[in-house]
């Protein structure tokens, strides 16, 4: 007996977006590396913003929620990793997986209340999040050394490798940005990611099909948490000093901007975002009291010819000359 | 045994009874049809059946386990699986990816699988997008595998979503009104396919609007009216009876 022959063959194209778009991050880590610390500075805290709101997009990206609060998260991650590096002399590895597993533990119980809201409600509850961490950090001085801030957080340590220049620290920092990307597109194509992905489509047909709603968005919001606590982390290092401003609200709409920018839901918007919302307004410091101006005009463009971010605007464009 | 038996349900909404002490039996295998007029309570029976909603009062059996008042995505793991009366696709995926979707409950892992993509896992894909690709062979989407779901004409998200559910190894299948907005070629096609799915062996529950069309191909009907069964036979039978008659064309007293 013959069974009918039906192959799947997935049509084979060479991913020339992924290859740009990674020609374009090799000059730009390329020209830091050669250029001043200043320029250090700004890649380095761009690379920190883009593993924040890879996280970031893993929830609200494809799983279709809202958290105005993961802010709350990098600010656990970095007073953890100040207050345990600083005063406790713990391995600066060992104090960012620590805070991680602590943040992942806090949105487990946060999250598992609050993510049955939807919408607005939601939105409202994460914000609420935030709000709370951030008065924490103020109040509780003792411990987190309130407004003034805490300072003299040592650099990032890998076991042996010291990263003592701002440059090395950046090297460390790329490393782990390219991980977490890495795991955050893993995470997108598989059975993991098409249920969370199926949530943000409908939440109705998901469980009927048997996903577990509940709980799919619960272990998003904690790989999220994740995330944003290894940013807050990294940021503690790279600067030595953090304080509750460092994490605030700002954050928040600096974060959206970013992946609602870069191309929500894709694996690379967060990067793209987090790249152009760093980079543009150095770009544009020569143009003096033009340059929030003209910042806010090329924002405003972008966001109105290509709603979905410039990743969705890239993906679209290639599919189409592809035919 | 019958595998989906339905004992005298009664869903109420406040003072509205949605349901009233309905019961029937679907046997293994069977075609089954509910039909009614609109607001008579169709679509609620078959939220309350598939979990969306708790039943007020009554069970249901399913494969002999009571399953009224079970999470909905507990009672689909048991293979009981519904499609929804506005489709409801997963927009943002492509048909593809709504295929493998549809298998969740048939495939396994999660955080951990897809990070490290250890051997079974790969293999499991592998298998995954063989069988979404005889499915969508099946319905006749093959063609659309790559196309955003939304971007579909709508009688090819209809039969989307029926893949979608056919990959879930659904043992009762319900379908509400997948007919609704289909033009009479479409219709055609669809009922065509509902009998192959059927006579591959899965329990089919259709509700539809369409008389037509379940006249055509459900081997046992029952006919519900605000909330109650008010028959239940075969297609002959439903079209001689005359409470249906009266529900559907109205009594001469009730229109004078």
Known sequence: MTLPAITYTKPVRLPWLAIGLSLVGAAIVLFTFSASGYVVTVVGFAAIYAIFVTGLNLFMGYTGQASFGQNAFAALGGYGTAILCTDYNMEPALALLLTMAFSGLVAL????????????????????????????????????????????????????????????????????????????????????????????????????????????????????????????????????????????????????????????????????????VSLLPELLRGLKEWQDVVYILVLLTILIYAPKGIAGFLDRLFRKQEG | MPLLSVRNVTKRYGGLVANDSVSFDVDEGMLFAIIGPNGAGKTTLFNTISGAVRPTSGDILFD?????????????????????????????????????????????????????????????????????????????????????????????????????????????????????????????????????????????????HDMGLVMQIAQRIAVIDFGRKIAEGTADEIRAHPDVIAAYLGTETADA
Do not use: C
């Open chain 2, 64 to 208: 002999g386990n009571s399953i009224a008042g079970l999470p909905q995505a507990d009672i689909a793991g048991r293979g009981l699986i519904r499609t929804y009366q506005l489709v409801q696709l997963f927009k943002e995926l492509t048909v593809t990816e709504n295929v493998m979707v549809g298998a969740h409950r048939m495939t396994k892992g999660s955080v951990g699988a897809a990070l490290f993509r250890p051997g079974w896992v790969r293999r499991q894909e592998q298998e995954l997008l063989r069988e979404t690709a005889t499915i969508l062979d099946f319905v006749g989407l093959s063609a659309r595998a790559e196309v955003l779901a939304d971007q579909l004409p709508y009688g090819e998200q209809r039969l989307l979503e029926v893949a979608r559910a056919l990959a879930a190894s659904p043992r009762l299948l319900l379908l509400d009104e997948p007919a609704a907005g289909l033009n009479t070629g479409e219709t055609e096609a669809l009922a065509h396919m509902i009998q192959k799915v059927n006579g591959r062996g899965i329990t089919v529950i259709l509700i539809e």
């Open chain 1, 109 to 276: 119980v946060v999250g598992y209340p609050t993510l049955r809201l939807r919408g607005h409600y939601l939105a409202m509850a994460t914000f609420a999040l935030g709000l709370i961490t951030y008065e924490i950090s103020i109040e509780w001085a003792s411990l987190t050394q309130g407004y003034m801030g805490y300072s003299g957080i040592p650099p990032l340590r890998l076991w042996r490798f010291e990263a003592v220049t701002e440059k090395q620290q950046l090297a460390v920092i790329l490393v782990l940005l390219v991980l977490g990307v890495f795991a955050a597109y893993r995470l997108r194509h598989s059975r993991f990611g098409r249920a969370l992905r199926a949530i943000a489509g409908s939440e109705a047909a998901a469980s009927a099909l048997g996903v577990n709603v509940a709980r799919y968005k619960l272990l998003s919001f904690m790989i999220a948490a994740m995330y944003g606590s290894a940013a807050g982390s990294l940021f503690a290092h790279f600067v030595g000093f953090i304080s509750p401003e460092v994490f605030g609200t700002s954050m928040v709409v600096s974060s959206f901007t970013m992946l609602y920018l870069g191309g929500i839901g894709t694996v690379a918007g967060p990067l793209i975002g987090a790249v152009i």
